[in-house]
């Protein structure tokens, strides 16, 4: 009976999700939310970490606020929105006033976007500082146009259709000698006679 035991403990799955909470009060958030997420078996629930008063992007209408960010784990399986819905229901939080996500999804969310604009808005392709690198612009653009029509001024003698394995003219079936004879019915198979017989 160990080995069952062992097996179940090994096969059995925790579901990790991170909280973040504006304006908790202190005194019993903590309780409730442990008895309101009873419904979904939960194996731990951690002290709550605060971070600094700051905009948070889960809570433009709030302006500066103070986050409170709980991470739980549940043994019975339940999503993001279910998990909202008891906190509100049961626990008496205000909907707008927290965020449930899968701890995987939170950690997703925490490494920087590279293609987003930067803190001024602008896009990065539009940075003035790009353009001061020491002749990028001369390679790209109108100004390459210009400096290859140059080239071509410069040097008028140089016939570019001879030059390279393209320049002898390409053969095709209109090119090559036609015969005399019908494709249909000229070349016929030789029979052999069956009175003379193979030799």
Not at 79 to 87: A, C, D, M, R, S
Not at 129 to 151: F, P, T, Y
Not at 153 to 181: C, F, H, L, W
Request: net charge negative.
């Amino acid at each position: 009976m160990g080995l069952l035991e062992n097996y179940i403990i090994q096969c059995r799955k925790v579901y990790e999700f991170r909280i973040r909470i504006a304006e908790m009060d202190q005194d019993g958030s903590i309780d409730r939310i442990e008895s309101a997420l009873k419904a979904f078996d939960v194996a731990s629930v951690s002290k709550p970490k605060r971070a600094p008063i700051q905009e948070d992007t889960d809570f433009p209408e709030m302006g500066p606020v103070e986050v409170h960010m709980i991470e739980i784990e549940c043994n019975y399986p339940c999503t993001p929105e279910q998990i909202h819905n008891v906190l509100r229901e049961r626990a008496g939080i205000a909907g707008n006033k927290f965020v449930v996500r899968t701890k995987a999804t939170e950690e997703l969310r925490a490494i920087p976007d590279m293609a987003a604009p930067n803190k001024k808005g602008e896009s990065v392709l539009a940075n003035p500082d790009l353009a001061e690198v020491a002749g990028a612009q001369d390679e790209v653009g109108i100004k390459r146009l210009e400096s290859m029509l140059k080239e071509l001024q410069a040097n008028p003698s140089r016939d570019y259709k001879k030059e390279g394995p393209a320049a002898e003219k390409a053969k095709t079936t209109n090119d090559m000698p036609q015969g005399q004879t019908s494709p249909v019915g000229t070349k016929q198979n030789k029979i052999p006679s069956p009175v003379k017989g193979n030799k």
